[in-house]
């Protein structure tokens, strides 16, 4: 089964750029039609949806961070990365990246879902 | 709209049904998909679609939507339940992802 397992550092100087790297092992980035995601959640606070890049490369942001995102993927490594720029205090966060599936029903409703999810990464951002 | 609406917390007595509700005009168009998440882990995918489970998850844990809300129902809710909850979707336009903010449920 696919498994995803972030990496990069764990502290990040102000004004500096945060970049992490999420491992697919279990299956192909290029197989099926996923989206691969990042997610960040604050100490105490809700989930907040960054960004996700299809397996073609075309790429989605949260628009209140797309000034200062971006999102590749690296197929023969099996990877795909997280960059966030100019980051500040606020950007501290344990960070998971995670596999979408999008499915439209013959209902005429949509799905989507995260899942799997790695485990996790903090990244905390001070001097 | 991009903007999902939970309820802050939810209590249930242990062997009771609860229901936990999460309101956004996309999901007119977008079944929500659920999140169990206890301290210190990742999320956990617990309903997607119109109601399915994962492997895994227990059949007291169920979907159901109508017009602009999606509810998770635990039906005989045990003290394991107790997390927290999150319902996603995207957004109407279908380029952005939107979690709601989470609902605290405790077991009592």
């Known amino acids: 089964q696919v498994q995803l397992q972030e990496s990069g550092p764990g502290l990040v100087k102000p004004s500096q750029t945060l970049s992490l790297t999420c491992t697919v092992s279990?299956?192909?980035?290029?197989?099926?039609?996923?989206?691969w995601s990042w997610i960040r959640q604050p100490a105490g606070k809700g989930l907040e949806w960054i960004g996700r890049i299809y397996t073609s490369g075309s790429t989605n942001y949260n628009p209140s961070l797309k000034s200062r995102v971006t999102i590749s993927v690296d197929t023969s490594k099996n990877q795909f990365s997280l960059k966030l720029s100019s980051v500040t205090a606020a950007d501290t966060a344990v960070y998971y990246c995670?596999?979408?599936?999008?499915?439209?029903?013959?209902?005429?409703?949509?799905?989507?879902?995260?899942?799997?999810w790695g485990q996790g990464t903090l990244v905390t951002v001070s001097s | 709209s991009s903007e999902l609406t939970q309820d802050p917390a939810v209590s249930v007595a242990l062997g009771q049904t609860v229901r936990i509700t999460c309101q956004g005009d996309s999901l007119r168009s977008y079944y929500a998909s659920w999140y169990q998440q206890k301290p210190g882990q990742a999320p956990v995918l617990v309903i997607y679609g119109k109601n399915n489970r994962p492997s895994g998850i227990p059949d007291r844990f169920s979907g159901s939507s109508s017009g602009n809300t999606a509810s998770l129902t635990i039906t005989g809710a045990q003290a394991e339940d107790e997390a927290d909850y999150y319902c996603n979707s995207r957004d109407s336009s279908g380029n952005h992802g939107v979690f709601g903010g989470g609902t605290k449920l405790t077991v009592l």
């Open positions: 995670a596999r979408e599936y999008l499915y439209y029903d013959s209902s005429g409703y949509y799905s989507n879902w995260f899942d799997p």
């Open positions: 279990g299956g192909s980035i290029s197989s099926g039609s996923y989206y």
